[in-house]
């Protein structure tokens, strides 16, 4: 044998198991039996790495994505290049967070689409955001209400930069007439994680509440999410 080289197992020696040999079963095990509570969001990580990472232990990969993102939610929501400096994440794994990330906004969106809106405030405020609060772009979307105030359509509008969205209040008003709807919802997020409406923000509400009200489409609320909390514009007596 040269040197420097690692000797190979022997024929009748055994080869000594990995560390983590047998983790993934007892951790699906758990998972299965007690749900997400008996497990640590590194843990849930792990278990969604365990799809696209085969047999290496994917803990160093799970704790390492938190660390840089700092929460289950925002590892979820990173953008894929941002993802895949992480040393050891791949395309696949990359791919399988956002899977997760569609399907979890799918379930909270059943929670909030063809219901009273007015009725089930907080299921909205959980939805939006699920769907906005970790988005490094601004984004702003309308929900679309009929006479009943049952939401008939979710649309973002347009995506901006981190701090900046183009919004034009005569398209919103004309897609509102183009889905018949009677009211609306505004919604943005601020990147930054500061909720606090801007004073670009207040004049842009106006214009469209008065664009609205021109054509008799209500303007319920206009809500301003981020990853600290939301702003609400009736709320704030700002509409």
């Not at 590892?75 to 979890?104: C, H, N, W, Y």
């Amino acid at each position: 044998m040269s040197k420097g080289r690692t000797p190979r197992t022997q024929p009748g020696m055994r080869e000594e198991p990995p560390h983590y040999a047998g983790h993934r079963e007892r951790l699906r095990a758990r998972f299965i039996e007690g749900g997400e509570d008996a497990v640590a969001d590194y843990e849930l990580l792990e278990l969604i790495l365990f799809r696209a990472i085969p047999r290496i232990d994917v803990k160093p990969l799970a704790k390492a994505l938190l660390q840089r993102f700092g929460s289950f939610s925002e590892v979820l929501s990173a953008p894929m290049e941002r993802l895949l400096e992480i040393d050891g994440m791949t395309q696949g794994a990359a791919r399988e967070f956002k899977i997760v990330r569609a399907a979890a906004l799918k379930l909270q969106q059943v929670q909030v689409l063809n219901r009273p809106v007015l009725s089930s405030w907080k299921a909205l405020i959980g939805y939006c955001t699920a769907a906005m609060a970790h988005e490094v772009n601004e984004q702003f979307r309308v929900l679309f209400l009929d006479r009943k105030n049952i939401l008939i359509a979710d649309e973002i509008q347009q995506t901006g930069t981190v701090d900046h969205t183009p919004v034009y209040p005569r398209e919103i008003v004309k897609r509102a007439l183009e889905l018949a709807a009677s009211a609306i919802i505004l919604v943005h997020n601020h990147p930054s994680g500061d909720p606090t409406p801007s004073r670009a923000d207040v004049e842009m509400t106006k214009e469209i509440a008065a664009a609205a009200q021109f054509l008799k489409i209500t303007v319920h609320d206009h809500l301003v999410i981020g990853k600290h909390g939301h702003a609400s514009f009736r709320a704030l007596g700002l509409l």
